[in-house]
């Protein structure tokens, strides 16, 4: 054999190697693989945080209520921010262990557009009944006073703040029974998933004796379902009433001024659970051009702070129009039903919304 053949040979083999891990390269996930990726990277490492954030509001609720100090009302600031933007993060998981129970609702009663959460409020301070305050007992009134949209209601009275005296002792009371139902429902949303036989196991074990999923295909869908739920309600709640005048509705957590920080936990969650569905990788060579347009959405909605102005380390240098973010949201969301969903083989059933 001479040189140059042996040359032309190993050439051959290169170029049939290269290929096969082209081949590789672009194949895209299994259903299966989707599925565990975005719950073992996404929603558990979330859901965790929930709890762990949780965990820590009741005891500086106390803290604020024995002591009335700066240092106290700081501390509480701090750990109700971290309980809220753990929230944001799992907010559109509407399925499942969230949707049993009404726990999303008892978790965060927003939107409000009726005022339930002032309303009843003031009525349990107005009655102060006793039985309210006792353990557990919050659970049984209505979701609007059971969570964080209560806890923010006390938090920020200005006229009869959180503190120390007999004047404000049912008012502590409560804030510190309300603390206390969202450590349980918290855990309760934790316990769901990651029990064994829980919902983690039941979308990674779907068949035909599985009660939710049939198949892989359906798990996969649920999550893909979850991500255009955010989307949506990211875009039609936070966004919306800020670029339609006629759009009437209050921002979330607006009373503590956390409506910037929702924003931006909501949609470094979303951008999570975007990634580690790896839709993208479905697609066929002929729509990079899908690829281009979302890198350049993504851009937009990370680079605004939800208000109108630039978010912290935004990876573009100008503070992106609220018009531009929302319309690039729902345009991904569009592609995401439109082009990624059909070329994954996936089924979402999702009502769109008209996004104008």
Request: some cysteine; proline content about 6%.
């Amino acid at each position: 054999m001479t040189l140059q053949q042996t040359a032309k040979i190993a050439l051959s083999i290169l170029a049939l190697l290269a290929h096969a891990a082209v081949s590789e390269a672009a194949e895209p996930p299994s259903h299966t693989a989707i599925v565990q990726a975005a719950i073992e990277k996404h929603v558990i490492p979330h859901i965790d945080a929930l709890k762990e954030a949780a965990a820590q509001l009741p005891g500086a609720v106390a803290s604020m209520c024995r002591t009335g100090s700066a240092a106290a009302k700081e501390d509480l600031s701090s750990r109700f921010r971290n309980v809220v933007k753990a929230y944001a993060g799992i907010d559109f998981l509407r399925f499942g262990p969230m949707l049993e129970g009404g726990r999303r609702e008892r978790l965060s009663f927003w939107p409000d557009p009726r005022g339930f959460v002032g309303r009843q409020l003031r009525l349990i301070l107005l009655n102060k009944d006793e039985a309210v305050v006792q353990p557990g007992a919050i659970a049984k009134q209505s979701v609007a006073v059971q969570g964080l949209s209560a806890l923010e209601g006390l938090m920020t009275d200005k006229e009869f703040p959180l503190g120390p005296g007999e004047a404000l002792r049912y008012r502590c009371e409560l804030a510190e029974a309300i603390a206390a139902n969202i450590v349980s429902v918290a855990d309760e949303i934790s316990d769901g998933w990651e029990k064994p036989g829980g919902w983690k196991d039941k979308m990674l074990h779907p068949g035909a004796d599985n009660d939710t999923y049939k198949s892989p295909e359906e798990s996969a869908g649920e999550l893909v379902k979850a991500l255009l739920v955010g989307l949506s309600l990211t875009a039609d709640l936070q966004l919306k009433p800020q670029v339609k005048p006629g759009v009437k509705l209050v921002p979330p957590f607006q009373k503590s001024g956390l409506q910037k920080a929702f924003y931006a936990s909501s949609v470094e969650s979303l951008r999570s659970l975007y990634d580690a569905l790896d839709l993208e990788d479905y697609l066929a060579p002929d729509k990079d051009w899908i690829k281009n347009w979302t890198g350049g959405a993504w851009r937009a909605i990370e680079s605004s702070d939800g208000v109108g102005g630039r978010a912290r380390r935004a990876p573009r240098n100008d503070a992106p129009p609220l018009r531009e973010v929302f319309d690039k949201m729902n345009g991904l969301r569009k592609l995401v039903i439109g082009e990624m969903s059909v070329a994954a083989g996936l089924t979402v059933g999702f009502n769109e919304l008209d996004g104008d």
